[in-house]
């Protein structure tokens, strides 16, 4: 099955600074799902994203579905150290696809 | 408290042995999905339902099967055909008409 093109793979960064993270697809989805993960812990959904073009924020987070549907960002301000854990696209096309994810790190 | 519920948390097998993962969800979703997460990769479907009774392989189904004989309730197996097994094991769920895909904690299972 595919897997989605998800980078950067890791970011250590500074508390207080902003992170961007991005997926690609090689395919158009009709949904891009962006998850958190801590280690060990099921995946907690942050922001669905249901067409082109679409800016969606939850608290720091937002989220953007690409004009052309292949593809979907994530940026979130001024990390704090709970920020820390692995983020995760998923895009719906006949059933879902993953990322690879990104691992963030906050140093305080 | 709605939600969807995996145990064991940690489950130990020796080799050559089958044994049955539990996915239970109180969300009244009508599908569920069974999906294994290894490190450095996305996650890669094994099974899904979409009701009850009913049930479709998906990318890396050899060696698991599945049931689905209520609505809440979609266990897994992972039988001694499964090679590498060891591995942390999500089961999700997803409300009939909406998009949006709901996890389980996981299971982590390790085959010594």
């Known amino acids: 099955g595919q897997q989605l093109n998800q980078s950067p793979q890791s970011m250590f960064i500074q ?3 902003d992170v961007s993270m991005n997926c690609t697809s090689s395919s158009i989805f009709n949904t891009w799902l962006w998850y958190k993960q801590d280690p060990g812990e099921g995946p ?3 922001i669905a994203l249901y067409k ?3 800016l969606t924020s939850n608290g720091r987070l937002t989220a953007q579905f690409g004009i052309t549907r292949k593809d979907s960002f994530l940026n979130i301000s001024a990390s704090i150290p709970s920020d820390v854990g692995i983020y995760f696209c998923a895009g719906l096309g006949n059933q879902f696809y993953f990322g690879t994810g990104t691992s963030l790190t906050v140093i305080p | 408290d709605g939600g969807i519920t995996q145990s064991p ?3 130990f097998r020796k080799e050559g042995q089958n044994v049955t993962l539990s996915c ?3 969300l009244n979703h009508d599908a569920m999905y069974w999906y ?5 990769q996305g996650l890669r479907l094994i099974y899904y339902s979409q009701i009850v009774n009913d049930f479709q392989k ?3 189904a050899e060696g698991y099967s599945v049931s689905r004989e209520k609505k809440e309730s979609f266990p897994l197996t992972v039988t001694s055909a499964q090679k590498n097994p060891t591995a942390f094991y999500l089961c999700a769920s997803r409300e009939g008409g909406y998009n949006e895909q709901f996890f389980g904690p996981g299971t982590r299972l390790t085959v010594l």
């Open chain 2, 9 to 11: 948390k940690y489950l």
């Open chain 1, 52 to 54: 082109a073009g679409e």
């Open chain 2, 36 to 40: 294994r997460q290894d490190p450095g």
């Open chain 2, 24 to 26: 239970e969800q109180n």
């Open chain 1, 15 to 17: 508390e207080g600074e």
């Open chain 2, 58 to 60: 998906g990318d890396i």
């Open chain 1, 44 to 46: 907690v959904l942050l």
